[in-house]
């Protein structure tokens, strides 16, 4: 795959994307050999650059900003995936020695699940 078949795929394979289409993308990506798909990786990484390039020129930004901009993003997402992951690790733990809970039981209100505390009333009808 080389050139415009390269940039089509590239664009179909954001189209995919975009639409929160995994079974498109896999679809697209089934018969491709290796090559072809680190030279499609390669392009989506260009095409992502561009648009992201364009949009902060757009905005006033420099080059310099955009990078500073996008190492930013990165640093964000990783540590939100690291403060996931913890979570899911002690939930995980939680619920193997039995001491997994539905939320904070707050007074106000605030959690999302039922309140598990004995009601301070009479019971309900």
Same mark, same amino acid.
């Given at each position: ?12 394979? !954001?189209?995919?994307?975009?639409? +929160? ?14 090559? $072809?798909?680190?030279?499609?990786? *390669? ?10 390039? *364009? ?8 080059? $310099?900003?955009? !990078? ?5 993003? !990165?640093?964000?997402? $990783? ?16 619920? $193997?020695? *039995? ?8 007074? +106000?209100?605030?959690? +999302?699940? =039922? +309140?598990?505390? =004995?009601?301070?009333? =009479?019971?309900?009808?």
């Amino acid at each position: 795959m080389q050139g415009l078949e390269l940039d089509r795929t590239a664009d179909a394979a !954001i189209a995919c994307a975009l639409r +929160d289409d995994v079974d498109g993308l896999v679809t697209l990506v089934r018969p491709l050999d290796a090559a $072809e798909l680190r030279r499609l990786v *390669g392009r989506l990484a260009v095409r992502a650059a561009e648009g992201l390039s *364009g949009w902060a020129a757009d905005a006033g930004a420099t080059h $310099e900003d955009t !990078i500073s901009m996008w190492q930013h993003a !990165i640093l964000r997402a $990783e540590r939100e995936r690291a403060v996931t992951a913890r979570a899911e690790q002690a939930d995980a733990a939680a619920a $193997e020695d *039995g001491t997994a809970t539905d939320g904070p039981d707050s007074a +106000d209100g605030s959690d +999302d699940g =039922p +309140d598990d505390r =004995p009601a301070d009333g =009479p019971a309900g009808p």
